[in-house]
Nanobody, 127 residues
Framework: QVRLVESGGGVVQAGGSLKLSCVAS????????MGWFRQAPGKDHEFVAA????????NYEESVKGRFTISRDNGKNTVFLQMSTLKPEDTADYYC????????????????????RGQGTHVSVSS
């Protein structure tokens, strides 16, 4: 069973950048599609981005395209989310998740990503 631990959250001004990390343990990391989701106060989990096993394919939620970049280092069992040009509406708890299916099959619904989920890291963007 894969265990995921996120880090890198914090407080940043609008227009700033943050890089989130998610380290996996207890499984074969390179076999999993990895994804990032977020949950703003009072809202459901929202898909942010996903990356394939090899890192050769990634998909993004529309509002983060061009601002966020997902990447992975299979040698370090880590997936990253580089966030730039942050906006107050990006404020949320950010979670990483793992799925054994390809990104477009795993989809964008939090409830479908059942293989592993992290505990989250908080990002706050001030205006």
């Amino acid at each position: 069973q894969v265990r995921l631990v996120e880090s890198g959250g914090g407080v940043v001004q609008a227009g700033g950048s943050l890089k989130l990390s998610c380290v996996a343990s207890g499984g074969t990391f390179a076999r999993y599609t990895m994804g990032w989701f977020r949950q703003a106060p009072g809202k459901d989990h929202e898909f942010v981005a996903a990356i394939s096993w090899s890192g050769g394919f990634a998909n993004y939620e529309e509002s983060v395209k061009g601002r966020f970049t997902i990447s992975r280092d299979n040698g370090k069992n880590t997936v990253f989310l580089q966030m730039s040009t942050l906006k107050p509406e990006d404020t949320a708890d950010y979670y990483c998740a793992a799925d054994s299916r390809p990104p477009l099959v795993a989809g964008t619904q939090w409830t479908e990503w059942e293989d592993a989920r992290g505990q989250g890291t908080h990002v706050s963007v001030s205006s």
